[in-house]
């Protein structure tokens, strides 16, 4: 069957999102960042043959993962900007999201590491401007908020914009960590609500004055 004719029968069934979602699984299940055609093959249901045919290759798939979860963070992010709240209470709002995303997607920091990476330059800056820069600016109007109410210290929002994805990236992909150390699996929804109360108490009494 051409690669058409596989298109047109697989398109009632959203087969490029399905590709989408079930590499996103793998990864998430897997803990890795690595996908093989033939698993994500068997386990969608479809023919590899339609990676090429949406993505391209590999890294297009890879850049369609990220595209999709970093614009749902954006609009997320943006939503909280605008609402009328404290800036204390946004920004702690916002440090919960961002442990509740990396729980859900562990695989973000080093998907978006590795793009930057290895594709071109001109492909490294589109996902900077995209997506990086954005957040960057959003966590200038966050800590901003506060400084200029004075509730926050003064702090560079960039370095606490590493602080804190930092914080959370760290603990999700540490897992192995803390099964050979601490002999612990239970990366549950306790763990992350632990972790989630434990951090943002602690980020913000490093900002609160």
Same mark, same amino acid.
């Given at each position: 069957m051409s690669v058409e004719k596989l298109v047109a029968?697989?398109?009632e069934a959203g087969a490029r999102?399905? %590709?989408?979602?079930?590499?996103s699984q793998?990864?998430?299940q897997g803990d890795t960042i690595d996908i093989s055609f033939s698993e994500l093959s068997v386990l969608s249901g479809l023919n590899s043959a339609l990676v090429k045919y949406y993505f391209g290759n590999?890294?297009?798939l890879l850049e369609a993962i990220l595209e999709r979860d970093?614009?749902?963070? %954006?609009?997320?992010?943006?939503l909280l900007i605008k609402k009328d709240m404290p800036p204390e209470d946004k920004l702690r709002h916002h440090i919960g999201a961002v442990i509740d995303t990396y729980y859900e997607f562990p695989y973000l920091n080093r998907l978006t590491m590795r793009l930057i990476r290895e594709l071109p330059p001109e492909g490294a800056?589109?996902?900077a401007d995209k997506y990086l820069k954005p957040l960057s600016e959003a966590y200038k109007t966050f800590v901003g908020e506060g400084i200029k109410s004075g509730v926050?210290?003064?702090v560079d929002p960039d370095?606490?914009?590493?602080?804190?994805?930092?914080?959370a990236d760290r603990f999700f992909t540490g897992k192995l960590v803390w099964k050979y150390c601490y002999g612990r699996e239970d990366f549950d929804t306790r763990m992350r609500d632990a972790y989630r109360e434990q951090t943002v108490d602690l980020i913000m009494a490093g900002i609160l004055k």
């Open positions: 029968k697989e398109n999102e399905k %590709l989408i979602e079930t590499a793998i990864m998430r590999k890294d297009g970093m614009d749902n963070i %954006l609009v997320q992010v943006g800056r589109n996902i926050f210290r003064t370095l606490f914009y590493s602080a804190v994805t930092g914080a």
